[in-house]
């Protein structure tokens, strides 16, 4: 027996794509109600005392029923992140602890722990593929990890934690969402000398909404950062730098004070590990990833900051330098520091962002980057004509074609910035890759969200060529996800994929915006029509390593602040993150901040992303990209023969072996730290 599902809910209908369009706050409960309880009911089947420990009596009908209730939940999610209301966010809250719940109880589940072993323990498992007896091994690893050994006082703790934990997240997130749609700043004209037209335009109509005359700029980073990198008036850059690194901390509106739930956060995430027998938090994080141990990731940090620092301090010198002698300001204040190097930068490199952005016009620069995917992999995309049903009328739905005209995945485009919408750009999956026992083949469905700014004046959105990288990162991720080949949906895609290891192939493609072969057909100017001139490419080259040693240390500092956090911070209060974070940053940063500095408050990827103890990977996946890269260098960036391997390798295998295998069946060999440094500037003949 099946229990039914609602059928008048868009949420339970699992046939065709999500229907967001018409999901309502009032879907959510009834839906995740039931699909709690027909997961529920799988449970009990599949560890009934007379279920036999095969794959097809245990694990598939379990990954059907969670399935569900996981698509439904990413779609509430989804919503959650990028048209966010007030109903939809108490309706998602409201059913948060029972969801998380529910994980958290499967992942302990001592009749599943039981099947798993069992079967793993079975005369049938060697006659699984090995990418099953993968899934397995790391099932068991998961359920020792999600506190199902524990017993007694001792579990019941484990599961109040994690409760506790998924609440602490979206109060986290929270604060920070409510806190930079809070801060704004209504100008007059007289304050906006220098601040580029198209960020001008939207914040006077933005202001125009509102009612107020002038201009109205935000914390949003599309409006924060022009006023930063170009703004000539001095306190109006103070006004918003201030407001913006004191989101979300003691310093800023005190109902948005991310202090004291950073500090549960970070013990309750001790006390969990020492529940699972470790010492702390640091060492759970790293048993499921690439990197061995936390001395391993530090020591590879505190590496990459000594060859960098020397790069950072002259970066540094140079700017102080420039600041004192040509814009007469003895003192940088950090409000300063953005403004003076886009000053330097131009006067070094004559490069001027707001030039290089009036040539990456949006549909070109999407148009371009579709041709890159198609040349390497062979593969076509094509847009989804007709009504999407998606959150918002500017998203688009693509799909992903095989040469044989097969479909390989879909996914929704959402790039532009809006109320509502959570900050930064991610690729999310809808659904995976995954043949099901009786045969059928569900192709994957991914959403890449990005936050560009929107067209105004008629005119295509502009970006920066840091937006360009960014879109294709995003893209990377996607087509890791979509260009699977892998049957089993437990390491399809990304899923399985360690995740100091997951940011390969997104950090690969940004390589290709670095390419004139690819970048002359991202580009034509807004105005006169034209590709990029390739003067103005060699002036991008040759700037493209400006101020990177400063960067470099810039990331290395936020990445060892986060193991040390969950490695040996001394008090959990707000005084020990706050002394901990100077501490951190008097080891490695050649910059200090002002002390009202709070960024840590805001650090959104360790607090509520799922990066805890996991920041580094950054820069750890940055080393596989980049010596991944040098391939394409060696053998030609479009060559469609070094796409198809780096496709076989890598994209199309997932999770379903460990990344350093992927990596060497790629490169042929380890992973080589000189491939990155070389790429950012850093080795001595550059100095
Ligand atoms: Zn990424």
């Not at 439904?72 to 809250?93: I, Q």
């Not at 990418?131 to 506190?147: K, N, P, V, Y």
């Not at 026992?437 to 569900?442: A, F, I, P, R, S």
Request: with cysteine.
């Amino acid at each position: 027996m099946t229990l039914a599902l609602p059928t008048d809910n868009p949420l339970c209908d699992f046939n065709a794509l999500p229907d967001y369009a018409a999901v309502k706050p009032e879907h959510i409960e009834p839906a995740l109600d039931a699909l709690i309880r027909a997961a529920e009911q799988a449970l009990e089947q599949v560890t009934a005392e007379a279920t036999p420990p095969t794959w097809s009596a245990v694990v598939e009908p379990l990954e059907r029923a969670t399935e569900h209730l996981g698509r439904a939940w990413g779609v509430v999610g989804h919503l959650n992140a990028v048209a966010d209301t007030p109903a939809l966010r108490s309706a998602y809250n409201a059913m948060l602890p029972r969801v998380t719940e529910f994980w958290t109880r499967l992942g302990q589940n001592e009749g599943l722990l039981r099947q798993y072993q069992a079967l793993h323990d079975s005369a049938g498992f060697s006659g699984l593929s090995a990418t099953r007896q993968r899934i397995i091994d790391h099932a068991l690893r998961d359920f020792r990890l999600s506190g199902a050994l524990l017993e007694g006082p001792a579990r019941s703790r484990y599961a109040e934690i994690q409760e506790r934990l998924a609440a602490l997240s979206q109060t986290f997130s929270e604060h920070v969402l409510d806190a930079t749609a809070a801060h704004v700043e209504y100008v007059g004209e007289e304050e906006t000398a220098s601040i580029p037209a198209d960020a001008l335009q939207t914040a006077r109509e933005a202001a125009e909404r509102d009612g107020k005359p002038g201009y109205k700029f935000t914390l949003h980073y599309p409006s924060y950062m022009p006023v930063l990198q170009h703004g000539e008036h001095r306190p109006l850059r103070e006004r918003l730098y201030r407001a913006y690194v004191t989101r979300a901390s003691e310093l800023g509106d005190p109902q948005y004070d991310n202090s004291a739930v950073m500090a549960e956060i970070l013990a309750l995430r001790d006390e969990e590990a020492r529940l699972l027998g470790y010492a702390n938090y640091a060492e759970v994080s790293l048993v499921p990833k690439m990197a061995d141990t936390p001395e391993q990731v530090m020591h590879f940090l505190r590496d990459l900051a000594s060859r960098a620092r020397p790069f950072a301090q002259s970066d540094l010198d140079t700017l102080r330098a420039f600041a004192k002698d040509k814009l007469g300001m003895a003192q940088l204040e950090a409000w300063d520091i953005a403004w003076a190097s886009e000053k330097l930068r131009q006067s070094h490199y004559a490069l001027s962002e707001q030039e290089v952005r009036q040539y990456f016009t949006l549909p070109t620069v999407i148009a371009g980057l579709f041709r890159v995917i198609e040349t390497l992999f062979g593969v076509k995309l094509r847009k989804v004509k007709g009504d999407i049903h998606a959150w918002h009328a500017d998203v688009e739905l693509y799909e992903i074609e095989s040469a044989g005209g097969q479909s390989m995945g879909l996914f929704y485009l959402d790039l532009y910035v809006r109320d509502g919408k959570r900050s930064g750009a991610w690729m999310d999956h809808v659904r995976s890759r995954w043949l099901r026992c009786d045969g059928t083949l569900q192709t994957p469905v991914a959403t890449l969200t990005c936050n560009f700014p929107s067209p105004v004046g008629g005119k295509p959105a502009l970006l920066s060529h840091d937006d360009v990288q960014t879109l294709f990162h995003e893209f990377g991720h996607g087509l890791h996800h979509m260009l699977t080949q892998v049957d089993d949906i437990a390491v399809s895609g990304i899923s399985g994929v360690e995740w100091d290891a997951v940011e390969l192939p997104s950090q690969l493609m940004e390589n290709f915006c670095w390419e004139w072969e690819v970048l002359r057909f991202l580009t034509r100017h807004v105005d006169s029509g034209e590709p990029m001139p390739r003067a103005l490419f060699d002036k991008m080259l040759a700037a493209k390593n400006f101020q990177s040693g400063m960067q470099t240390l810039r990331q290395v500092e936020f990445s060892l602040l986060d193991m040390r956090l969950h490695h040996d911070l001394p008090t959990f209060t707000p005084a020990g993150i706050e002394a901990l974070v100077e501490e951190n940053r008097r080891e490695v940063a050649v910059l200090q901040p002002p002390a009202f500095n709070r960024f840590v408050c805001s650090f959104s990827h360790i607090f509520a992303g799922g990066y805890a103890a996991g920041y580094y990977s950054y820069k750890w996946a940055e080393v596989l990209s980049a010596d991944a890269y040098e391939r394409f260098e060696e053998e030609g960036p479009l060559s469609p023969a070094v796409g198809k391997s780096y496709h076989q390798a890598i994209l199309s295998v997932g999770g379903s072996r460990d990344a350093i295998d992927s990596f060497k069946a790629f490169r042929g060999r380890e992973p080589r730290i000189d491939a990155l440094l070389r790429h950012g500037g850093m080795t001595a003949q550059a100095a």
